[in-house]
Nanobody
Framework: QVVESGGGLVHPGGSLRLSCVIS????????IGWFRQAPGKAREGVSC????????YEAGSVKGRFTISRDPAKNTVYLQMNSLKPDDTAVYYC?????????????????????WGRGTQVTVSS
């Protein structure tokens, strides 16, 4: 099971931290990604992380602003989002696939996560 939280309404330039709790298997067995989809737009892989070795991938659109991290003790992956822009407005989803997948493959959507959360809305507006 995958459960996201932490979305909300924030002004441009503000920050939010999203959380994704994975249950069923320890985090080291998963590769986890944050994806987003805005109305009328295709889904985008934002940032992905290996639960095992912590290797990361970030999309160019968020590099330098968003940081993905993991806490194995809490079986949780975080997405710290800073300097938010109106273009970041979307539903953010957490997706996970069993390890053995490269983070760039997951974020590049060359394969589909086997487990999805229900999503959390992030709205950036003044």
């Amino acid at each position: 099971q995958v459960v996201e939280s932490g979305g909300g309404l924030v002004h441009p330039g503000g920050s939010l931290r999203l959380s994704c709790v994975i249950s069923g298997l320890q985090l080291e067995y998963w590769v986890i990604g944050w994806f987003r989809q805005a109305p009328g737009k295709a889904r985008e892989g934002v940032s992905c992380i290996s639960g095992d070795d912590g290797s990361r991938y970030e999309a160019g659109s968020v590099k330098g602003r968003f940081t993905i991290s993991r806490d194995p003790a809490k079986n949780t992956v975080y997405l710290q989002m800073n300097s938010l822009k109106p273009d970041d407005t979307a539903v953010y989803y957490c997706g996970a696939v069993l390890r053995g997948t490269h983070v760039s493959s997951l974020c590049g959507q060359r394969l589909e996560p086997s487990h999805w959360g229900r999503g959390t809305q992030v709205t950036v507006s003044s």
